[in-house]
């Protein structure tokens, strides 16, 4: 096959880059720059101490997550153990010591994990894939990483062997056992990293349908009327939802990417989840908004849908919330 149809062309994708259907703006260079020399973002504190919870044995047949950081949860299950986007290294960016810092630990380390059976990894941004944590766990655990296309070549770089990558399109899944299936789903989002070319690979969210429960990761993005409903009619009404409610200001450069805590809200809602619980807020500063607003616009954004905040959780790093 040959470099310019290496995808199969779609409603997302010319054969060689992606696209969001809805041709969503992709930010530019000279877009950054621009938010870069005019920002004043709020400062954000150096360091964030929080408790370390105590993480009680698990119950036969029972499913939980626990908030690590960032996008990062561990999601226990009869099924396996999942770690979403597992970013532990100091900074989230080039080689894990170039971009914004962390200004809490991760609430467990990445030595103290249970066994880990799947990795999701919805995109290549360094917020969400982070190649040092991924090498020691593929080196301790031996998972199954499931991403979307175009990612094989990340984690090949952090030793996986290729019979242990799963590369899916939009809205195709993988069943590694009985009554366990995950489909990548869309997100309005793109991609970028120092290798590959900039939307060289795709990026996307995870349903997991774990014997009769649903779970929904939603990754990174932009709001859009219609694919959460869609997500929706094809494939249910997930009992959870993880959905990002942080770096979103200024919206004129981050409207088409990151949801803010009233569309994070509108998602929920979207997606008819019985519960969500938010993500993508208060480990690293990405955007001009202070640590501790998106959890205040949350509660206010869930007030004026009529939503009970008991089914919109916030959680503290190392947070447990069960299904």
Not at 144 to 158: I, K, M, Q, S, Y
Not at 178 to 186: E, N
Request: include cysteine; glycine fraction near 6%.
């Amino acid at each position: 096959m040959s470099a310019a149809e290496r995808f199969p062309v779609s409603d997302h994708c010319d054969g060689r880059l992606f696209y969001n259907p809805n041709r969503a703006t992709v930010p530019r260079f000279r877009d950054i720059l621009r938010w870069k020399f005019s920002s004043r973002p709020t400062r954000w504190p150096k360091t964030v101490s929080f408790t370390p919870q105590p993480r009680p044995p698990l119950t036969a047949g029972a499913i939980r997550a626990t908030w690590i950081n960032h996008a990062t949860f561990l999601i226990e299950t009869p099924r396996g153990n999942f770690l979403t986007d597992p970013v532990f290294s100091r900074c989230c960016g080039p080689f894990g010591i170039l971009g914004p810092p962390r200004v809490h630990a991760p609430s467990i380390p990445l030595h103290e994990l249970p066994p880990i059976h799947f990795i999701l990894l919805s995109h290549d941004h360094y917020d969400h894939c982070d190649l040092a944590a991924l090498r020691r766990l593929n080196k301790i655990h031996d998972p199954l990483a499931v991403t979307p296309l175009g990612n094989r070549n990340l984690l090949a770089r952090a030793g996986f062997a290729p019979t242990r990558i799963i590369e899916l399109d939009w809205w195709q899944n993988h069943a590694p056992s009985p009554h366990l299936a995950i489909t990548v789903t869309p997100s309005q989002h793109w991609s970028n990293r120092l290798t590959r070319r900039r939307c060289g690979r795709l990026w996307g969210g995870f349903n997991l349908q774990i014997g009769a429960t649903r779970l929904h990761f939603v990754g990174d993005t932009g709001y859009n009327p219609t694919l959460f409903t869609e997500i929706r009619t094809r494939l249910g009404t997930p009992d959870l939802a993880f959905v990002p409610i942080g770096a979103y200001e200024p919206r004129w450069i981050m409207r088409a990417q990151h949801c803010d805590p009233a569309e994070a809200v509108q998602i929920h809602c979207d997606l008819g989840a019985r519960q969500s619980v938010a993500m993508h807020w208060g480990t690293f500063q990405l955007t001009d908004e202070g640590r501790d607003e998106p959890p205040r616009a949350l509660v206010a954004a869930l007030t004026a849908a009529d939503v009970l905040q008991e089914d919109f959780r916030i959680l503290e790093p190392g947070g447990i919330i069960a299904v």
